[in-house]
């Protein structure tokens, strides 16, 4: 299962609105994640099985979807979120999309 | 609180066999829905899974390394201990272990870099 990830790079103020799509070649149902990682870190996981947020996440990340498409929403940036995103699915295999950069503009 | 942590070479010839030793802590690798995962990020690049190991003892390779992986644990010591044949200059990345719920990495541990080269 192929994951594709778009934007590749977006570039947004603090306190902006993030929108963040990963479209799947086959159907997941909602067995899709998302992660977090910063320059120099391990990746961070973010939410599980399309929309819950994994321990300690705070409530401005969102995630909606099922099927082949999805969608992080971080409602309201912060500083630290400017990072790397990505999406990983569970159904064939293990697999993650190629990642999205959301940048300081 | 659960930790993991990888340990092995940070430069192997090519040709050769890489051997990493993940020794975890905080949960036991028998508790239902749990696992040990291993994951690499080359240089820039994006990251790629390699292995897993279940709760159940289950073991699961990617398709495209199948052949020059595998998975063996010592529940002695908390281990789980990735080795990899015939390692190429592409194979140049950090390598993560990680804590699995239900095939989420769901803590990391901090990677470890491996370099390839002669």
């Known amino acids: 299962i192929v994951l594709t990830q778009s934007p590749a790079t977006v570039s947004l103020s603090p306190g902006e609105r993030a929108t963040l799509s990963c479209r799947a070649s086959q159907s997941l149902s909602s067995y899709l994640a998302w992660y977090q990682q910063k320059p120099g870190q391990a990746p961070r996981l973010l939410i599980y099985?399309?929309?819950n947020r994994a321990t300690g996440i705070p409530a401005r990340f969102s995630g909606s979807g099922s099927g082949t498409d999805f969608t992080l929403t971080i409602s309201s940036l912060e500083p630290e979120d400017f990072a790397v995103y990505y999406c990983q699915q569970r159904t064939n295999w293990l697999t993650f999309g190629g990642g999205t950069k959301v940048q300081i503009k | 609180q659960i930790t993991l942590t990888e340990s092995g070479p940070t430069v192997v010839k090519p040709t050769q066999t890489l051997t990493l030793t993940c020794t975890f802590s905080?949960?036991?690798?028998?508790?239902?829905?749990?696992?040990v995962g291993w994951i690499r990020q080359s240089p820039g690049k994006a990251l790629e899974w390699l292995a897993i190991?279940?709760?159940?003892?289950?073991?699961r390779y990617s398709p495209s390394l199948t052949s020059r992986l595998t998975l063996t644990t010592d529940s002695s010591k908390n281990q789980v201990v990735l080795t990899m044949t015939s390692m190429d200059p592409v194979d140049t990345a950090t390598y993560y272990c990680a804590h699995t719920y239900y095939s989420y990495a769901a803590v990391w541990g901090q990677g470890t870099l491996v370099t390839v080269s002669s």
């Open positions: 905080g949960f036991s690798l028998s508790t239902s829905g749990l696992g």
């Open positions: 190991i279940y709760w159940d003892g289950d073991k």
């Open positions: 099985d399309a929309s």
